[in-house]
C-alpha cells in the first residue's frame, strides 16, 4: 500500500513541477499600442463581468496562443465570468428560461432582431467604444441593426461542407450529398433549428427566411427523410468526429472549417455554388446588465486590432475589423474560404433575418418532432 | 472449476469497469490529441490543465458548494431525523414520504422544477441564479440522505437513556448533545459523506439551476465534452480519479484499523 | 417539543420540494400568457414513441444491470469477510468518477476509428458501428448505473445468515436449489431498491442518449432539456413532459412496491 502511495505523489510532484516549469507558455501580448488610462477606469472598484460566447469563439490561451480572457483581467482589473452556449436558441432558452444576468453576449443576425424586438439588448453608448472606428463600413447598418444602435460585429462568416478527402475524392458537389444514400451514417447534420433548415431549404429552391406554412412544412419533410442517414446531429463535437475521421461530410461554419483544416491535412472545405447563409455575429448588451462601463469596455478591448488578429488568428472566422484585417498574413486573407469576393458574396449567399412569431414557433416546433420521430 | 469460473466472472466485471477509465488516464499522456492512437508521452495537458481558468475556478465553485450545501444539510438534517423519530406513526410516514420524493423523483424534474421555481422568484425579488441558487438546490437533494443515514441510529437508541439523562438534570438540549448526538454519530458522518460527494458530483440539477455566471466542475466538463475535445480532459480525469482512490483507500485503511483495535478491545 | 426539531427541514422541503412540483404542474397546464390549457398535455402525446423507446431503453438495462449485478453480489457477499471490504472498494471505485467522464470515456472507445475497432482491425474484423447505436446507449446506462445495482444487493446478502444456507444443504439442497429458495427471496429488498435506482436516473438521463446515441436516439430526458435550455425553447410543454413523466415513473414505482411487501423499516436504500 504505502508503495502505491509512494508513487502517486511521485506522480503529483511530476505534474506540479511540469506545471511549474512551463506554466507561463502563452503569447505574450504587447499593450503598448493601447489606451491604458481608458481601460484602468475600473480597475479597483471590484467589477464583474458576465460574458456569453460560443463554444470555440475566443482566443484562450492553448497552444501558445494570446488568452484574451486573461489579458483582459490584467489590463483592466476587471473579473470575467466567462460561459459557453453552443447555438443561438440555447443562448435564448438561456436568457428567456435562466433569470440570466449577462453582461456581454455574441448572438447571430436574426437572433439580435429577436432579443431586440423581445426588449432584451439595450442600446450601446458608442461613446464609450472608441475602437468601434476600426469596424469596416461594410458590416454597419445591415438589417438586424439598420441603425447601428445596439450591436458591435464580432465576426462574419459562410456556411459550408466540411469533408474528409480520404473518403470523398472529388470536390464538386453541394448540399445534395447530405441526402447522398452512399453517405448513410456517415454524414453529420447541425443541431439547431435555423442552419439545418437553411440547407433543406437551399436544396427547395426556398427564401431561407421564408415564413410560408407550407414551405417550411416541406423543408420539414426534407430533413426527415435525411434523417435515417444521418449519423448524429452535432455543432462544435464536429471538431472532433471530423479530425478523428468518425464522418465523410458535415456541414459546418467556414471559420471552424479553416481552423480544423490547419490542423487536419486530410480534411476539405467545399462552399456549395447553389448558395449559402451570410452570418454575421455580433456583440450585445443584455438589458440584464448593470456594468455597462465595464461592457463597453470589454467590447472596447476585443476591437483593438491586436486582439482581433489574437482571435481571428485561434478561430479562423472572417473579421469585421479593417485594421486587424491589414495585420493578417496573406494567405489567410487568400485562402479562398474566409474571404470571398464580392460577386459571391452578392448573389450567392443569403443573411438569416428573424422570422415572425407564428413561423418562428412552428420552425421550433417542427425541429422538435423532426429530432424525435423515428 | 466453479471457483475458476466465479474469478473468470469477477475478472470480466473488473475490466468492464476500469477499461474506460483506463484509456482515459492512457490518453492524459499522448503526445497529439488523438483519442485512438498513441503517439508519444507528454505532460504538456497537465500544465495545460492548471493552468485552464475557468477549470480551475470551477473547481472552486464546486468545492464552496459541496462544502456549504452538506454542512447546512447535515445540521438540518440530523434535527430533522430526532424530530420525526418522535412523531405519531401517521405524521411520519407523511415525513419520511416527503423526504423521499427528491430521492425518488428524477434528477431531470428536480432540477426542472427547482429552475421554475427560482426563476419565479428571481424576477421579482431581484435576486441572481448562481451561489444561493446552487447551495439551496443541493441542500434540497443532500438532506434526505442524511436524513435516511441518521433514523437507523435512532431506532437503534436506547429511549431510556434520554430520559436517564432528563431525571439526572439534563435539560433538553443539554440531553441531545451529550447522550443523543454522540449516540447517532456514525450516522451524521455518513450523512455528512454521501452529502458531500452527491454535491461534488451533481451535473443535472446544477445544470439547470446554476445561472449563467456560475458554473461547477461537472458543468464544466459537460461543455468540454461539447466542444473540440481537449486531453486536458483526460488529465482532468486522472487527477479525479487519483484524488477519489486515495481518499476511498485512507478511508478503507482507517476502518480497518479501528475495526481491528474494536476486536482486540472486545476479546 | 422534540418533534419541532424537524420542523426547519419540513418547512425547507415545502419550499423547496412540494411548492416547486406544484409550480411544474402549473406551467404543464398552461400556455405562455398564463391561461389554462390542455395544449401541453395533448402535445406531450405526440411524444409516445419517445416515451416508449426511453422506459424500453431503461428496462433493458435495469435487467442487465441485475443480471450482472446479481452473481457478482451474490459472488462479494460469499468471499471472506476480511476481502470483501476491499473488494466492493474495487468494485465501486469507477463509480466515484464524474459520470461525464465515464460516459466520456466510452465515446472515444466505440468510434468508428475508436479504439475497440482499431484493436478489433489489428486482428482484421471490423470496423462496427458501435457509436451513435441503441446499444451503445443501453451499455452507458448499465455502465454508468450498474453500481446502484451492486450496493443494495450487496448488502442484503451480506445480511443473509449463512447457516440457514448450510442448514437447507446438509438438508439436501444443492447449491442451486439455495440460491433459488434462500438466497433470492432473501434478497429481494435488494432486487426491488436495485431496480428504482437504476431505472429512475436511466429513464430521465439526457446525456448518455446525447453523447452515445448520434442522431435517432433523443430520449425523454433530452426532449425535457430542450425545451428548457436546449434549441426550442418551450418551458410549459417542457413541464408537460416532466408532469407526465413524473406520473409513468409514480406509477412504476407502485407496481414495484406492489411487489415489496417487507416491512419499509427494513428497505435498503443505498
Redesign the interface.
Known amino acids: 500500500m504505502k508503495k502505491i502511495i509512494a508513487l502517486f505523489s511521485a506522480f503529483a510532484v511530476c505534474v506540479s513541477l511540469a506545471g511549474c516549469g512551463t506554466g507561463t507558455n502563452e503569447a505574450a501580448l504587447d499593450v503598448s499600442g493601447m489606451d491604458t488610462e481608458y481601460y484602468s477606469q475600473l480597475s479597483d472598484k471590484g467589477v464583474e463581468l458576465n460574458v456569453a460566447n460560443w463554444g470555440e469563439y475566443i482566443s484562450d490561451g492553448s497552444e501558445g496562443s494570446v488568452d484574451v480572457i486573461a489579458e483582459f483581467e490584467k489590463l483592466t482589473g476587471i473579473k470575467v465570468n466567462y460561459t459557453t452556449y453552443a447555438t443561438n436558441e440555447e443562448l435564448y432558452a438561456k436568457m428567456r428560461a435562466g433569470a440570466a444576468d449577462y453582461d456581454i453576449i455574441i448572438p447571430s443576425d436574426y437572433m439580435i432582431s429577436k432579443l431586440h424586438n423581445e426588449g432584451m439588448l439595450q442600446d450601446i453608448d458608442f461613446g464609450k467604444i472608441p475602437n468601434y472606428e476600426n469596424i469596416d463600413d461594410k458590416y454597419k447598418n445591415l438589417e438586424f441593426d439598420p441603425e447601428n444602435k445596439y450591436s458591435v460585429p464580432y465576426f462574419w462568416g459562410t456556411v459550408g461542407l466540411i469533408y474528409d478527402k480520404n473518403q470523398i475524392t472529388d470536390d464538386n458537389f453541394g448540399w445534395e450529398i447530405l441526402w447522398d444514400e452512399k453517405y448513410a451514417d456517415n454524414l453529420l447534420m447541425f443541431d439547431n433549428p435555423r442552419d439545418a433548415f437553411a440547407i433543406a431549404q437551399n436544396i427547395l429552391g426556398q427564401s431561407l427566411n421564408s415564413s410560408d406554412e407550407a414551405e417550411l412544412r416541406a423543408a420539414a419533410d426534407k430533413l426527415r427523410e435525411q434523417k435515417p442517414l444521418v449519423q448524429a446531429y452535432v455543432m462544435d463535437e464536429v471538431f472532433d468526429k471530423m479530425a478523428a475521421s468518425e464522418a465523410a461530410v458535415a456541414p459546418y461554419y467556414a471559420g471552424d472549417a479553416v481552423t480544423l483544416m490547419d490542423e487536419n491535412e486530410h480534411l476539405g472545405f467545399v462552399i456549395p455554388k447553389s448558395g449559402t447563409n451570410l452570418f454575421v455575429d455580433s456583440i450585445c448588451i443584455p438589458k440584464t446588465s448593470k456594468n455597462i462601463d465595464a461592457a463597453s469596455m470589454f467590447i472596447n478591448f476585443l476591437l483593438e486590432p491586436e486582439i482581433g488578429l489574437a482571435n481571428t488568428d485561434a478561430v479562423g472566422y472572417s473579421t469585421p475589423n479593417k485594421n486587424t484585417f491589414e495585420l493578417l498574413d496573406d494567405d489567410v486573407k487568400n485562402n479562398g474560404i474566409s474571404y470571398l469576393d464580392d460577386d459571391f458574396l452578392n448573389n450567392h449567399t443569403e443573411a438569416f433575418s428573424v422570422l415572425p412569431d407564428e413561423a418562428d414557433k412552428l420552425m421550433s416546433e417542427l425541429w422538435t418532432s423532426i429530432r424525435s420521430g423515428e | 472449476m466453479k471457483k475458476l469460473l466465479k474469478y473468470i466472472y469477477l475478472a470480466l466485471m473488473i475490466v468492464f469497469l476500469y477499461a474506460p477509465i483506463f484509456v482515459l488516464i492512457v490518453f492524459s499522456f499522448n503526445s497529439t490529441k488523438s483519442h485512438s492512437v498513441l503517439s508519444g508521452f507528454t505532460l504538456k495537458w497537465y500544465t495545460e490543465l492548471f493552468s485552464d481558468r475557468v477549470i480551475m475556478s470551477s473547481l472552486l465553485t464546486t468545492i464552496i458548494v459541496a462544502v456549504s450545501a452538506s454542512v447546512i444539510s447535515t445540521i438540518l438534517g440530523t434535527f430533522a431525523a430526532y424530530g420525526i423519530n418522535s412523531m405519531s406513526k401517521i405524521s411520519k410516514t407523511v415525513a419520511l414520504n416527503t423526504n423521499n420524493i427528491p430521492i425518488i423523483n428524477p434528477e431531470i424534474v428536480t432540477g426542472v422544477s427547482l429552475m421554475l421555481l427560482f426563476v419565479f422568484f428571481a424576477a421579482r425579488m431581484h435576486f441572481k441564479m448562481g451561489y444561493i441558487t446552487l447551495i439551496i438546490a443541493h441542500i434540497t437533494f443532500d438532506t434526505p440522505y442524511v436524513v435516511l443515514n441518521i433514523m437507523p441510529k435512532f431506532r437503534q437508541m436506547d429511549k431510556n437513556l434520554v430520559d436517564a439523562a432528563e431525571d439526572l438534570g439534563c435539560n433538553g438540549i443539554q440531553a441531545f448533545f451529550k447522550v443523543v448526538l454522540p449516540d447517532i454519530f456514525p450516522g451524521v458522518i455518513s450523512g455528512f459523506l454521501m452529502a458531500f460527494t452527491f454535491s461534488l458530483d451533481d451535473f443535472i440539477v446544477s445544470y439547470f439551476v446554476s445561472g449563467t455566471s456560475v458554473q461547477t466542475l461537472p458543468i464544466t466538463i459537460y461543455s468540454m465534452t461539447r466542444k473540440q475535445v481537449s486531453p486536458k480532459i483526460n488529465a482532468l480525469s486522472t487527477i479525479i480519479f487519483i484524488v477519489v482512490l486515495i481518499v476511498l483507500v485512507t478511508k478503507n485503511v482507517i476502518e480497518n484499523n479501528r475495526d481491528k483495535k474494536l476486536k482486540l478491545n472486545n476479546e | 417539543?422534540?418533534?419541532?426539531?424537524?420542523?426547519?427541514?419540513?418547512l425547507?422541503?415545502a419550499i423547496?420540494?412540494?411548492?416547486?412540483?406544484f409550480?411544474?404542474a402549473y406551467?404543464a397546464f398552461t400556455d405562455q400568457s398564463g391561461a389554462f390549457t390542455l395544449e401541453n398535455i395533448i402535445k406531450t402525446g405526440?411524444?409516445t414513441?419517445?416515451f416508449v423507446k426511453s422506459i424500453a431503453f431503461a428496462a433493458i438495462s435495469t435487467a442487465i444491470c441485475l443480471l450482472?449485478a446479481y452473481?457478482?453480489s451474490y459472488?462479494l457477499s460469499t468471499m471472506k469477510v476480511s476481502y470483501q471490504?476491499?473488494?466492493l472498494?474495487?468494485?465501486m471505485?469507477?463509480m466515484?468518477?464524474?459520470?461525464?467522464?465515464?460516459t466520456?470515456?466510452?465515446?472515444?472507445?466505440l468510434?468508428?476509428?475508436?479504439?475497440i475497432n482499431?484493436l478489433l482491425g489489428v486482428i482484421g474484423i471490423g470496423p462496427f458501428?458501435l457509436?451513435?447505436t441503441n446499444g451503445a446507449v443501453i451499455l452507458g446506462m448499465v455502465?454508468d448505473y450498474?453500481p446502484f445495482m451492486i450496493l443494495p444487493l450487496y448488502t442484503v446478502m451480506a445480511k443473509i445468515d449463512k447457516s440457514i444456507i448450510e442448514a437447507a444443504e446438509d438438508l439436501g439442497c444443492s447449491r442451486i436449489q439455495s440460491i433459488i429458495k434462500i438466497t433470492v427471496p432473501l434478497s429481494i429488498p435488494g432486487i426491488i431498491s436495485g431496480i428504482?435506482m437504476v431505472f429512475?436516473?436511466a429513464?430521465?438521463t439526457?446525456?448518455i442518449s446525447k453523447?452515445l446515441g448520434?442522431?435517432?436516439n433523443?430520449l425523454i430526458?433530452d426532449?425535457?432539456?430542450?425545451?428548457?435550455?436546449?434549441?426550442?425553447?418551450?418551458?410549459n410543454l417542457?413541464?408537460g413532459i416532466?408532469f407526465v413523466?413524473?406520473i409513468i415513473?409514480l406509477i412504476v414505482?407502485a407496481v414495484i412496491n406492489l411487489i415489496d411487501k417487507s416491512d419499509s423499516?427494513d428497505k435498503v436504500?443505498?
Open positions: 417539543m422534540k418533534k419541532l426539531t424537524s420542523a426547519p427541514y419540513l425547507w422541503m423547496f420540494v412540494v411548492v416547486p412540483l409550480m411544474v406551467f405526440q411524444y414513441p419517445i450482472l452473481p457478482l459472488i471490504g476491499t473488494m472498494l474495487i468494485i471505485l469507477p466515484w468518477m464524474n459520470f461525464l467522464l465515464r466520456y470515456a466510452w465515446q472515444t472507445l468510434g468508428n476509428n475508436g479504439i482499431n458501428k457509436l451513435n455502465y450498474i428504482t429512475v436516473p429513464i430521465s439526457f446525456i453523447m448520434g442522431s435517432s433523443l430526458g426532449l425535457i432539456e430542450m425545451q428548457f435550455l436546449g434549441n426550442s425553447y418551450n418551458p417542457g413541464a416532466a413523466l413524473m415513473i414505482m423499516d436504500l443505498m
